[in-house]
Structure formats: structure tokens, C-alpha cells
């Protein structure tokens, strides 16, 4: 173990339930969680409130400095994940918002504003561990972690999974634009410059298709037992 504690990273396309299979594991093994899609929606969350334009050159500098001091939290929610806070402010919901995951993503591409979310991501490094959850955790921010994982899932299944989770909040959705979207959230995500997503080159491969949440842990639980973590 590091200065810093363990980390466990796990990267992936969304939708493949890198989320709850995160926040799972830290609440079993009592880590801290790192949820760096949640810094990205809230710069775009930040950018949509101020009109900001990511391809406007003062309003890129405005994002910048305020991605490199974001002030936020993640409260365990008795056992239903996270909430996420931006100062005092409760932007669980505000942040998962059809509008802001496509700014989001299109944030993301910007050199400038995933350097200045790094420092802030690495600081969430603490003992006796990190699980952290995003795109780049094992190629770029944690490149020395201890366990890397790769979640992923069919664009088909993930698709699903979403129109599911709208469907049970009463939200009427569309389930052939949902699989597009996520086939061109998850083309920008991988074709770009900065930080594109892909496996690390010592990551596992976990494909949760037509798997449950259970199963899927149970796999990682696996690997995390074979490191002597879950008895520590
Ligand atoms: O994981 P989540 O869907 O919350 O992430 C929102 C967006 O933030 C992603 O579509 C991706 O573009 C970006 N992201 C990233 N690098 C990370 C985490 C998220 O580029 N480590």
C-alpha cells in the first residue's frame, strides 16, 4: 500500500454499471469513491448554468478554473449509492439530466479541463483505499493502482438498462434514441485526443451483459479477494 492507501480503478463506457458496482464495493470494503463522470456533470451543470461555450475561448478559461477548485462531496445514501454535493448544494438529480451528460461529454474532450480536474481527482486518494470510477482511472489518473478493472456491456443492453431505469421513474423514453445516443456518447468518448477511453493494457475485462448486479460483483469481489483486500 501507497502513502495514499490502495486504489482500485474502474473504467468503461456508460451504462455498464461501473456506478453501482463502484459504489458497492467501497461500501464493502468501507473505501472512499471517486465518481469522476460526476466532476465532469458539474462543470457541464456549472457551464449550462453561466451560458458558458466550450469552444469560446474566455468561457473555456471560466470552466478551467472553476473544474480545478470544484468544491464537492459524495454522502453515502444508506446504501443506494451517493449523493453528490457542490458546496452545500444537492445535485444528485441536477447533474444526471439528459442535457447535462451530452455537455458533459463534450467538456470532457477539452485538454484544458481534464488537466484540471486531475490534481483534484488524485487528491481523492486517501487509506486505506480508493475505488475509482470513470474512463481514464487506470490509463491516466491511477496508472499505478493496484487492481484495474474494465466494465462493460453491449451498446444494446446498455441501451436497455437506461429506457428501464427512465421507464421506473415514470420517464417517458425513447429506447432506439437512447441507443444512439449512447453509441455517439460512447464514439466521442473513445476517438478523442485527450484521455480516449480504452482498457488499460493490465485491466480485466468485466462484461456485465446478461449478467445481474450480484453476479457482476461477485467477479470483482473475486479479484479482490485474490489481493487479500476484503479481509484487511
Ligand atoms: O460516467 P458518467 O456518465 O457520469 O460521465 C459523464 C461524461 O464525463 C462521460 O460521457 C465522459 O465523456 C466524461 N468522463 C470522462 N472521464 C472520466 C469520467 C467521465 O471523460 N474519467
Given at each position: 500500500m501507497s502513502e495514499q492507501g490502495h486504489v482500485i480503478t474502474l473504467d468503461g463506457p456508460g451504462g455498464a454499471g461501473k456506478g453501482t458496482l463502484a459504489s458497492a464495493l467501497a461500501d464493502r470494503l468501507?473505501?472512499?469513491?471517486?465518481?469522476?463522470?460526476?466532476?465532469?456533470?458539474?462543470?457541464?451543470?456549472t457551464a449550462?448554468?453561466?451560458?458558458?461555450?466550450?469552444?469560446?475561448?474566455?468561457?473555456?478559461?471560466?470552466?478551467?478554473?472553476?473544474?480545478?477548485?470544484?468544491?464537492?462531496?459524495?454522502l453515502p445514501d444508506r446504501g443506494q449509492g451517493r449523493r453528490v454535493l457542490l458546496g452545500t448544494?444537492?445535485?444528485?438529480?441536477?447533474?444526471?439530466?439528459?442535457?447535462v451528460s451530452d455537455a458533459a461529454s463534450k467538456w470532457a474532450v477539452q485538454p484544458a479541463?481534464?488537466?484540471?480536474?486531475?490534481?483534484?481527482?488524485?487528491?481523492?486518494?486517501?487509506?486505506?483505499?480508493l475505488i475509482a470510477d470513470g474512463r481514464d482511472m487506470g490509463t491516466v489518473i491511477f496508472p499505478e493502482a493496484e487492481l484495474k478493472l474494465y466494465i462493460t456491456a453491449s451498446a444494446e443492453e446498455r441501451a436497455r438498462r437506461?429506457?428501464?431505469?427512465?421507464?421506473?421513474?415514470?420517464?417517458?423514453?425513447?429506447?432506439d434514441r437512447i441507443y444512439r445516443e449512447i453509441v455517439e456518447r460512447d464514439a466521442r468518448d473513445?476517438?478523442?485526443?485527450?484521455?480516449?477511453?480504452?482498457?488499460?493494457?493490465?485491466?480485466h475485462i468485466i462484461d456485465?451483459?446478461?449478467?445481474?448486479?450480484?453476479?457482476?460483483?461477485?467477479?470483482?469481489?473475486?479479484?479482490?479477494?485474490?489481493?487479500?483486500?476484503?479481509?484487511e
Open positions: 468501507g473505501w472512499s469513491l471517486l465518481d469522476s463522470g460526476a466532476l465532469y456533470r458539474l462543470v457541464a451543470l449550462l448554468r453561466n451560458r458558458w461555450d466550450p469552444n469560446t475561448t474566455a468561457d473555456r478559461t471560466s470552466a478551467e478554473q472553476k473544474a480545478a477548485a470544484l468544491d464537492i462531496r459524495f448544494e444537492d445535485v444528485t438529480d441536477a447533474i444526471r439530466s439528459q442535457n479541463i481534464r488537466q484540471a480536474l486531475l490534481a483534484r481527482q488524485r487528491e481523492f486518494a486517501r487509506p486505506p483505499g437506461r429506457f428501464e431505469q427512465l421507464s421506473a421513474l415514470g420517464v417517458t423514453a425513447n429506447l473513445a476517438s478523442r485526443e485527450a484521455a480516449p477511453l480504452k482498457p488499460a493494457v493490465d485491466a456485465t451483459t446478461g449478467d445481474n448486479v450480484a453476479t457482476s460483483s461477485q467477479k470483482i469481489c473475486d479479484l479482490v479477494a485474490a489481493k487479500g483486500w476484503l479481509a
